[in-house]
């Protein structure tokens, strides 16, 4: 199995309750991979997806040409729906700190398909620490979003399973855009949070029990709505743009090192509180909701860029 980088390795650190794009960012990452994606790529794709307990509610009532498009944006979302008990029944809180700090080995980062029944949370992010006021002492880690990535994306080519390819696509669907959401490669390190702020779930906007925070602030920058037709007027839009100059990036490590950077320059930028400390930190104001949003967007569609190259690449 391969190993984490070691400089990735020992900047791990958990995020308390992650959930990176909501449904409606994870769709059009989705939607924007499955506009590049080849017509023998897309029928693999949903061949492979109809082993989900979930592909029946997916389509149900989904007119036949939007069938397969409808699958697999919805398949996206899959990984966060198994944390719910009330959306998708059956599975098991696994690890500690809530599901955030991974189990032992082997089941951390075992592959065996839909009999897993794990909801694998470690696996959705690695927060990178930063502080402006020295360094910090993580505790180890044993999964993670990188290395997961990089353990799939060869399963899904070697693996003879159809059960486990499957698995193995809703996953990849969306890890890869979980590492594109700046604060689910990001904890920031102050006085106040001497062991980080969980990739800003800690920074919150209000007075507890209130939690309105910076991460779930970030998880609905771009609204809420999924319907198909409105994931794709959103997605068609940031087509618009055209192919982003770094979509053909393929390291994963360096997938999180650039939304690490975007973290630090504008997740935790101004008026975000340098030091949210025991008030809560001011609420981002029209300026940086326009930065966050335009970041995001960029975010989102260089992730559908690189799913799709991905995908092409290496499922078999």
């Known amino acids: 199995m391969n190993k ?48 989900n307990p979930q592909y029946s509610s997916w389509v149900a009532g989904v007119p036949a040409a939007d069938r397969k498009l409808t699958a697999f ?25 809530g599901g955030d700090v991974a189990p032992s080995e ?21 927060n990178e620490p930063f502080s402006s006021s020295g360094t910090s002492t993580l505790p180890p880690q ?63 906007f209000c007075s507890s ?10 998880d609905g920058i771009l609204g809420s709505e999924t ?11 940031l087509l618009k743009s055209g192919k982003p100059q770094a979509a053909n990036v393929s390291s994963v490590q360096a997938w999180v090192l650039e939304s690490f950077e975007l973290g630090k320059s504008v997740a935790y930028g101004s008026p975000i509180s340098p030091d949210a400390n025991s008030k809560p930190s001011p609420r981002p104001d029209m300026q940086y909701e326009t930065n966050a949003r335009k970041t995001a967007e960029r975010q989102v569609l260089l992730a559908g860029y690189r799913l799709a190259a991905l995908l092409t690449a290496h499922l078999k």
């Open 4 to 51: 984490v980088p070691v400089m990735i390795a020992a900047l791990l650190l958990f995020s308390s309750n992650a959930q990176a794009w909501n449904d409606r960012g994870h769709m059009t990452v989705a939607y924007i991979a499955y506009q590049q994606l080849q017509q023998p790529v897309r029928d693999r794709i949903d061949a492979l997806l109809q082993k």
């Open 73 to 97: 944006v919805r398949a996206a979302t899959w990984p966060d729906c198994i944390k719910q008990q009330s959306r998708c029944p059956g599975y098991r809180e696994d690890g500690t700190n």
């Open 106 to 126: 082997p089941e951390a980062s075992r592959n065996i398909g839909y009999a897993d029944k794990d909801m694998h949370k470690y696996w959705h992010f690695i």
């Open 142 to 204: 044993n999964a993670n979003v990188l290395r997961e990535i990089t353990l799939l994306t060869a399963a899904i080519e070697t693996a003879e399973a159809e059960d486990i390819k499957s698995y193995d696509l809703v996953w990849l669907e969306h890890l890869v855009g979980d590492v594109h959401q700046p604060l689910h490669t990001t904890s920031r390190f102050t006085k106040f949070h001497a062991k980080g702020d969980a990739g800003g779930n800690l920074l919150r």
């Open 209 to 218: 029990p209130c939690n309105d925070n910076l991460h779930s602030y970030w």
């Open 227 to 237: 319907k198909l037709s409105s994931i794709k007027t959103l997605g068609n839009e």
